[in-house]
């Protein structure tokens, strides 16, 4: 006896195969069968109705730290997973910085073990690209491949060796495997905590120039055509990157490059206007309003192909102290939705161009399965609420950890099932899974 | 005819026809290395200096052996026993040995070209022995015999090279001399030991070994480096071993039944070539060996002899 | 000398040699090293010549003296070695060493070097077709084919069949001076 199940009435987006339309998704066996105008629904079938939501492909989150191995008291692979899916992410990729990090078979083995046992979102680990994330030596992209891992990143960091970065660059082609680069110079960095302009005035904190993550932008840029190697640019904020991404592109390079929903969504005077809360300490820091302008541009028009959220859990101990010393991160998967649908209701954003950024784009830029709906392929969907008002209470969060600008706020967009391989892995207003 | 080459510094000048005639010449030279005395008055009286600035002790024993086979005087100069410590020029060096007469000084230098440099400066022939990342001609030639030994020709066969190219001057004059000879070149490594441009030598590339020896007549394998210090080009040679090095299991599996298995010495034992491979059936790695002093025979016969290189050596002498 | 005389040549010095063997004992021991390239040919005739008179065909070799010329300096280019091919063991044996013209001495000289480094024979017997005098050095054959005197800028060829010839000869050229 096949097992069914039928998403009903909703307005299935799913920018690659083109439909934006009223459809009734058929799920068999795990399997998508058929997206259809009308489907008679058997008996024994079970059903979400969808009627006045959203069904779309379930979205991947291409930057997450799930902080397991080493720091399980901020999040782990479990409860990372279970953020996910309530923020409609059937898969995310696991970022290294763990503790040890993940530059072995053993970490990435451990990481797809966690996350096969809790059965929520896919995981899909991401190396490191030097060995212990140090910046001197390569990683084994060999071994690192063969164990699972989709792409190579020393997030948290930069690479500060060219060298290093054109040789990673280089033997990661032999792989097929794409590095995702976090961009600052350090030397530029130096002691700043925020974003360097008139509100780092105002407030009296060391700033760091948009300019910072600008040359390295610019020189991983040209060690990709030097070497014809695959970058991502990770969390992109200032409109120097974005414009140097947007050139590199129309020269045909084949770069890609994701933006964070809180560069899109908030600016430095945000920062300035919480009272220094270290809610709004992340690296890279939340920029101007020109950069963020630039960045929402550069989605819309395709010079940033992904929205990933790099969702980076911190304990209160970590956050509640001075913002100089705070640790830099948000917690993202629960809030992307609505943070970025307010995008869409302010009319800078497309519907079907959001979406695609949350499914379509991010499988195309590290070659993943998933982000869309196509027949036979496992079912991994998303069912979204577009006008579901809801506050974000802390405690209701499934992350371990409550870092976010959006504690306490009235949100609207909210994600009410989410279906991975064809199970019903959330269902809001359900008890937890 | 090879004659016109008064020195040897690399085979990417040299014909076809050149290179046939080393070749040629070597099946003798080899003739007279099986016989019970190994010993033939050609080059009597002629002096071949060895001028090594780098460590080597298979190339250098190869052609003093040639040069004594050959009945010539050989003197072998070694850079850490001498003046170069003390701050001697390379073109002063010379001038200095070259009052002593050599007919030919063979010479091996980590700077790409200085052979050349050599070879403008003094009156007599000069063979390089290898010269940075640029050449190894005699390596190169004793490759080719003995691929065309084994093989009956080098007309339309495949042979792959494994490792690190860019930094392998034995690869260089591999790819030159097979080419001439109408074999089909590959070049196989992680993309950071692949040089740019080495299609443009002729050489087809590849990443993935397993394709690279799909079909070949020989595959070659590179001695890998770990120890370059400062800009690594592999994570470990655990990893270039797993992807790259040869193994009975591949072997069996990868190579043709007929593919022969070489390797210019010295070898990483268990980095590229696991013992089981390079003491087996298919590795030709000591005919190569015994092909070199062969091949050396025949470029100091070819050089050290004829009128004209008596001619210079005694005029460069006096000058 | 036209092909008949050659012919006859051959025949009587085939006879020569069988009877000098067998008068001193050497049959057992001979053996016929052709020097490349004038000899090789001129050889393996008399190789099959002697098979038919002792019985026996007699081990045969060849051997190239170009590495042992004492010319190297002096010549044009450097000499083209050819292949020596002696696969027989030297030792004891009644060597006939065989070429085809025998001039200065010279590559007679190189050719016992040669042979000495590949054992002892008990003793060299040289046979050539052509003794045209002019030795510079005091090398004489055992057996002779012919006799003649020619100058300097004479060249003396022996052409064979085997080597391409229409018919065998020995041609006398005078150079002009």
Request: proline letters at 5%; one cysteine or more.
């Amino acid at each position: 006896m096949a097992d069914l199940l039928f998403i009903e009435g909703g307005r299935v987006i799913d920018p690659a195969s083109g439909t934006d339309a009223v459809r009734t998704v058929v799920i068999r066996d795990g399997l998508v069968a058929e997206v259809a105008e009308r489907v008679e629904r058997p008996r024994e079938a079970r059903a979400i109705d969808a009627r006045g939501r959203w069904v779309t492909p379930g979205f991947i989150d291409l930057h997450v730290h799930l902080r397991e191995p080493g720091q399980e008291y901020k999040e782990t692979v479990a409860t990372g997973a279970a953020a996910a899916v309530a923020g409609g992410f059937t898969a995310i990729c696991a970022m290294p910085n763990t503790r040890p990090v993940n530059d072995t078979a053993a970490v990435t083995e451990l990481v797809l073990a966690r996350a096969a046992a809790a059965g929520l979102a896919r995981v899909y680990p991401v190396g490191c690209i030097s060995k212990g994330s140090a910046g001197e030596e390569l990683a084994e992209y060999g071994e690192l491949k063969q164990a699972g891992c989709v792409a190579l990143s020393d997030d948290g960091k930069p690479v500060m060796n060219a060298a290093l970065m054109r040789r990673a660059l280089e033997y990661a082609r032999a792989f097929g495997l794409p590095l995702t680069v976090h961009e600052e110079d350090l030397a530029l960095v130096g002691k700043g905590v925020m974003h360097e302009g008139a509100v780092s005035t105002r407030l009296g904190l060391n700033g760091i120039p948009g300019q910072a993550e600008d040359v390295m932008v610019l020189r991983d840029l040209a060690l990709a055509e030097l070497t014809g190697g695959r970058l991502h640019i990770a969390h992109i904020s200032t409109r120097g990157a974005v414009r140097a991404v947007r050139e590199a592109k129309r020269r045909g390079l084949p770069v890609t490059a994701e933006v964070t929903p809180h560069h899109l969504a908030l600016t430095d005077e945000d920062l300035a206007a919480s009272g220094y809360s270290t809610d709004y300490k992340m690296n890279p820091p939340l920029r101007a309003q020109d950069d963020v302008d630039a960045c929402r541009e550069g989605l819309a028009d395709g010079t940033l192909d992904a929205i990933a959220t790099d969702h980076a859990p911190h304990a209160v101990q970590e956050k509640d102290v001075e913002f100089d010393v705070a640790a830099n991160g948000i917690v993202g998967l629960e809030t992307a939705f609505p943070v970025c649908l307010e995008l869409v209701r302010r009319g800078l954003l497309a519907e079907r161009r959001l979406v695609e950024a949350l499914t379509a784009a991010p499988a195309a830029a590290f070659g993943l399965p998933g982000g869309r709906l196509a027949r036979g392929a496992p079912a991994d969907v998303a069912v979204l609420d577009p006008a579901a008002e809801w506050v974000v209470a802390p405690e209701r969060l499934r992350s371990k950890s409550k870092n976010s600008p959006w504690k306490g706020r009235r949100l609207t967009g909210r994600c009410t099932h989410t279906v991975v391989g064809g199970r019903i892995v959330h269902e809001e207003g359900r008890a937890d899974r | 005819m090879i004659g016109r080459h008064k020195h040897c510094l690399g085979l990417a000048d040299y014909s076809r026809e050149e290179i046939v005639e080393v070749l040629d010449l070597a099946v003798s030279m080899k003739e007279v290395l099986q016989r019970p005395i190994k010993k033939v008055p050609s080059l009597r009286g002629k002096s071949v200096v060895n001028l090594f600035f780098e460590a080597s002790t298979r190339t250098r024993s190869s052609f003093e052996v040639a040069a004594k086979v050959l009945s010539a005087d050989a003197l072998n100069w070694t850079a850490s026993a001498s003046s170069v410590t003390k701050g001697e020029t390379l073109i002063d060096t010379v001038r200095n040995l070259e009052a002593m007469r050599p007919d030919v000084i063979v010479i091996r230098h980590s700077a790409g070209g200085a052979p050349g440099l050599v070879a403008s400066r003094v009156g007599c022939a000069v063979i390089s022995a290898g010269d940075g990342a640029h050449e190894h001609p005699s390596q190169g030639l004793l490759d080719c015999f003995t691929l065309r030994e084994k093989l009956g020709t080098l007309e339309g066969k495949t042979i792959a090279i494994v490792g690190d190219i860019t930094h392998s001057r034995v690869a260089r004059s591999d790819i030159y001399g097979l080419l001439a000879l109408g074999a089909r070149v590959r070049v196989c490594g992680p993309p950071t030991m692949i040089p740019p441009g080495v299609e443009r030598l002729g050489a087809t590339v590849h990443h993935a070994l397993r394709e690279a020896v799909a079909g070949a007549d020989a595959v070659i394998m590179l001695r890998i480096q770990h120890e370059r210090i400062g800009d690594p080009l592999i994570p470990s040679t655990r990893e270039y071993s797993r992807l790259w090095g040869l193994n009975a299991r591949k072997a069996a599996e990868w190579l043709t039944p007929g593919c022969l298995v070489m390797h210019p010495g010295p070898i990483n034992r268990g980095v590229e070539l696991e013992p089981d491979v390079a003491d087996g059936a298919r590795s030709v790695i000591l005919d190569q060996v015994e092909n070199g002093v062969a091949v050396r025979m025949a470029l100091l016969y070819l050089l050290a002899g004829g009128p004209e290189a008596a001619a210079e050596a005694k005029t460069s002498a006096r000058a | 000398m036209n092909a008949a005389e050659i012919d006859r040549a051959l025949d009587r010095l085939a006879a020569e040699v069988a009877a000098r063997a067998r008068a001193e004992d050497g049959e057992k021991g001979l053996a016929i090293v052709g020097i490349r390239r004038g000899g090789v040919h001129l050889a393996e005739r008399l190789r099959a010549r002697l098979a038919n008179r002792i019985g026996v065909t007699p081990p045969a070799g060849t051997i190239d003296i170009a590495l042992y010329r004492d010319d190297l300096d002096e010549k044009g280019a450097v000499p083209v070695v050819g292949p020596t091919d002696v696969r027989f063991p030297v030792d004891g044996k009644t060597i006939l060493l065989v070429d085809d013209v025998l001039y200065t001495g010279r590559t007679v000289r190189a050719a016992l070097d040669e042979l000495v480094d590949f054992g002892r024979p008990r003793r060299v017997w040289l046979l050539v077709l052509v003794d045209r005098g002019g030795r510079e050095l005091p090398i004489a054959a055992d057996f002779v084919g012919t006799r003649l005197s020619a100058a300097p800028q004479d060249d003396v060829q022996v052409r064979l069949t085997e080597a391409g010839a229409a018919a065998d000869a020995v041609i006398v050229t005078r150079r002009p001076s």
